[in-house]
Every structure is written in C-alpha cells, then in structure tokens.
T-cell receptor
C-alpha cells in the first residue's frame, strides 16, 4: 500500500510558468512533510519542508501548500526555469520514528 | 566538508554473488539510513542506525540483506546471494540528530551505488 501518493508522474512546463506537484497521505502519524529534488546520477537533496501546523511555506520560488483536513500537500514552483528540470519527491516523516516515506516522484521538464 | 560518500559508484554482480556496499557519512552525524531506489521510483526505506545501534530494519526485504555500523560511523550494506530483483540504486543518508529527516535534522544523501545483477 502506497502511503504517500504523488501526481503527476511527469510534467512539462514552459519556462516562466508555474509547476504544480500534488501529494496525498493517509496516516495521521506523519507530522513533517519535506520535498526532495533529485538530478540524474545524484542523491535526493532537501528542497523545502513544512509542518502540519501551518498551511503554507514559501522559500524563494518554491511554495508548499498544506491542507491538513484533506491530508494533501503540494509544491508550487513559480517562474520555472530550465535548471529546475529534475525529479521531485514529496515525503512524509513519522512523529514517532526516524523513517521517511517517499512518494513515487514527478519528473519535471522545463521547456526553454 | 565532504558530503556523504558511497562506494563503489557502480557494481555489477552475477546472480548468486555476495556484494558489500559502503557508506561514509558526514563526520559526527548520529543517524544513518539506507534506502533502495528502483528505476523510476522513489526511495524505499531499508534500515536506520542511531550511532552503532540498528534501531529499525523493518524495510530490509529479506534475510539476504544485512547492514552494520560497528563504530557508529562507516556503514556497510551486504547483500548475499544476489538476485535480479536486487538491481537498484542503494542510497545512504546521514543526519546530525537522533531524529533523522525532521526539521532540525535534515537528511544528507550520497549519490548512491547502482547495483546491477546479471
């Protein structure tokens, strides 16, 4: 059973556009929600993260929107650039254990 | 100031061979994680160490998989009698605190070892 569901699987956005990736979870034991960015041949790197007591977090062009009642959260990339082309993973962390559960990933391509 | 280092970068094994994958975490990091990433998928949790103690091994897929971190620094993931389904990228990550992956103790991943079993 997939604990963190991510969509879309792939996404193509024009340069300057907004990229939106969505995730949903079921387990209320999760209490921290990071997003990771992965380039080919590299390990994932933390991009931005949010705790469920806030509805939105913004860092530069990257924003997480969090809907606790719907158990959904999303990543918005404003003014998308070719350098943003990568695979993005949402994730969820259990409050009681050091275990991160990753979504299946979204391959984002920014067209110049 | 080096990051997490994994070796070898690539490993090709014949089915039935044993392999050992090494992870050098960031110096002083308390927590160490192993993840398995199949092609086109997200990383799947394998096991977690806090210093030398293996606190969670619930993700290890079978008893052919074994991990250790005897001195609380370098870790080795061993796979015995490799099978084709073991082909994947094996990622190691470390974090400074005891609660890895949380806001005050972010994970730092290595670039992984790509294992191909033929």
């Amino acid at each position: 059973q997939q604990q963190v569901k991510q969509s879309p699987q792939s996404l193509i956005v024009q340069k300057g556009g907004i990229s939106i990736i969505n995730c949903a979870y079921e387990n209320t034991a999760f209490d921290y929600f990071p997003w990771y960015q992965q380039f080919p041949g590299k390990g994932p790197a933390l991009l931005i993260a949010i705790r469920p007591d806030v509805s939105e977090k913004k860092e530069g062009r990257f924003t997480i929107s969090f809907n606790k009642s719907a158990k959904q959260f999303s990543l918005h990339i404003m003014d998308s650039q070719p350098g943003d082309s990568a695979t993005y993973f949402c994730a969820a962390v259990y409050s009681s254990a050091s275990k991160i559960i990753f979504g299946s990933g979204t391959r984002l391509s920014i067209r110049p | 100031g080096a990051g997490v280092s994994q070796s070898p970068r690539y490993k090709v094994a014949k089915r039935g061979q044993d392999v050992a994958l090494r992870c050098d975490p960031i110096s002083g990091h308390v927590s160490l994680f192993w993840y398995q990433q199949a092609l086109g998928q997200g990383p799947e949790f394998l096991t977690y160490f806090q210093n030398e103690a293996q606190l969670d091994k619930s993700g290890l897929p079978s008893d052919r998989f074994f991990a250790e971190r005897p001195e609380g620094s370098v870790s080795t993931l061993k796979i015995q009698r490799t099978q084709q389904e073991d082909s994947a990228v094996y990622l190691c990550a470390s974090s400074p605190g005891a609660t890895g992956g949380r806001y005050n103790s972010p994970l730092h991943f290595g670039n992984g070892t790509r294992l191909t079993v033929t």
